[in-house]
Nanobody, 116 residues
């Protein structure tokens, strides 16, 4: 079955950086749009960044200029480089693989905490 496994979360001070990784298995990775979502306590899950099969990227306004999404189709990996982190970036971050045919897969999430 399809698996998406996130890693790289943790505790970081404000202004710091983290790099999240998501390893995908048992999908034709290159044809999927890959996305990062996050969910803070008491809030709805929100889209943070996405990268299409062709490499086009989109970012939410709250992370534009600070986060960078990338993918390595040879390794079935998607990354989220997060710089200049703020306390409001604290959330569980989820990897998502999406295809317009309706295929939609989620990872288990990784916790990111930004605190001094």
């Amino acid at each position: 079955q399809v698996q998406l496994v996130e890693s790289g979360g943790g505790l970081v001070q404000p202004g710091g950086s983290l790099r999240l990784s998501c390893a995908a298995s048992k999908i034709i990775f290159s044809i999927y749009a890959m996305k990062w979502y996050r969910q803070a306590p008491g809030k709805q899950r929100e889209l943070v960044a996405s990268i299409g099969s062709g490499g086009s990227t989109l970012y939410s306004e709250t992370v534009q200029g600070r986060f960078t999404i990338s993918r390595d189709n040879a390794k079935n990996m998607v990354y989220l480089q997060m710089n200049s982190l703020k306390p409001e970036d604290t959330a569980v971050y989820y990897c998502n693989a999406w295809l317009n045919s309706g295929n939609n897969y989620w990872g288990q999430g990784t916790q990111v905490t930004v605190s001094s």
